[in-house]
C-alpha cells in the first residue's frame, strides 16, 4: 500500500546517511503508510502551514539486533540507534535555511510550535530539500553557503515535534515570499532510486 509514486514530480537524490542501517517509520503515497499525506487536506487550516511536507519520509536507525532503541520506549534520545548518525548533502545546491541550537527533548516531549527544530533547508536547482529534527549544535552550514553532494550537513537528533530521534526529509518548491517555510507545493522523493515505503530499509552510504 503506497508503493506507487503519486501524481507529483518525483526527484531523485543520493543517500544522505552515513554508515548504517535505517527504517522507514513513515513514507510513500497512502496515508494508511504515510501520516504526513494528510496535510494535503487543505481544507484543514492547520495544515496548510506544513503543505510542503505531504510526501515526507521518516527515518529511524536499527542497531544491534534490529532495534531502533535500547529497552522500549525509552526517555534518554542516547538510547535511539539514530543519534548522532552524520546527514550528507544528497545533491549539491544553497543552504537557504539553517538552525542548529534549539535543544534535544526527552522522549516523548516535543516542541510544537518550532516543529522543525534544528534543520537544514538546501535548494538544489529549483526544489528545496528539507531535513528537520537535527541535533543541538551539530549543524555545519549556514544560510547562504554551497553545497557539494556529500558534504556534511549536521547529525540527526530530537528536536522540534519529533516523537523520538528520527530523520525528517522532504522535497518541496520554494514557499512564497512571507509564507510559512514549508507551505511549498509538495514533490515526491527518490532515494538512491527508490520511492520508499513504511518498512523499507536503507543502508548509508561510506561518504
Known amino acids: 500500500m503506497g508503493r506507487s509514486e503519486p501524481p507529483v514530480e518525483v526527484i531523485d537524490i543520493e543517500n544522505p546517511f552515513g554508515p548504517g542501517r535505517y527504517l522507514v517509520g513513515n513514507g510513500g503515497s497512502n496515508a494508511v503508510v504515510n501520516a504526513h499525506v494528510k496535510t494535503l487536506d487543505a481544507s484543514i487550516e492547520r495544515f496548510r502551514p506544513w503543505r510542503g511536507q505531504s510526501y515526507a519520509v521518516d527515518f529511524f536507525g536499527l542497531g544491534p539486533f534490529g532495534l531502533r532503541a535500547k529497552g522500549w520506549r525509552p526517555t534518554e534520545p542516547s538510547a535511539y540507534a539514530i543519534l548522532g548518525a552524520a546527514l550528507h548533502a544528497?545533491?549539491?545546491?544553497?543552504?537557504?535555511?539553517?538552525?542548529?541550537?534549539?535543544?534535544?527533548?526527552?522522549?516523548?516531549?516535543?516542541?510544537?510550535?518550532?516543529?522543525?527544530?534544528?534543520?537544514?533547508?538546501?535548494?538544489?536547482?529549483?526544489?528545496?530539500?528539507?531535513?528537520?529534527?537535527?541535533?543541538?549544535?551539530?549543524?555545519?552550514?549556514?544560510?547562504?553557503?554551497?553545497?557539494?553532494?556529500?558534504?556534511?550537513?549536521?547529525?540527526?537528533?530530537?528536536?522540534?515535534?519529533?516523537?523520538?530521534?528520527?530523520?525528517?526529509?522532504?522535497?518541496?518548491?520554494?514557499?512564497p515570499a512571507g509564507a510559512p517555510p514549508i507551505s511549498g507545493e509538495p514533490l515526491a522523493l527518490r532515494i538512491d532510486g527508490r520511492f520508499l515505503v513504511r518498512g523499507d530499509r536503507l543502508t548509508g552510504h561510506n561518504w
Not at 538544489?124 to 554551497?146: M, N, P, T, W, Y
Open 90 to 175: 544528497p545533491c549539491a545546491g544553497e543552504v537557504v535555511a539553517a538552525e542548529g541550537g534549539m535543544p534535544d527533548f526527552l522522549v516523548p516531549e516535543q516542541d510544537q510550535v518550532n516543529r522543525l527544530g534544528n534543520h537544514v533547508i538546501l535548494r538544489c536547482d529549483d526544489v528545496e530539500i528539507v531535513f528537520a529534527h537535527l541535533q543541538k549544535g551539530s549543524v555545519r552550514v549556514s544560510s547562504g553557503d554551497s553545497v557539494a553532494t556529500g558534504d556534511r550537513l549536521g547529525e540527526i537528533g530530537n528536536s522540534g515535534a519529533s516523537t523520538e530521534p528520527h530523520l525528517h526529509i522532504h522535497a518541496q518548491r520554494p514557499a
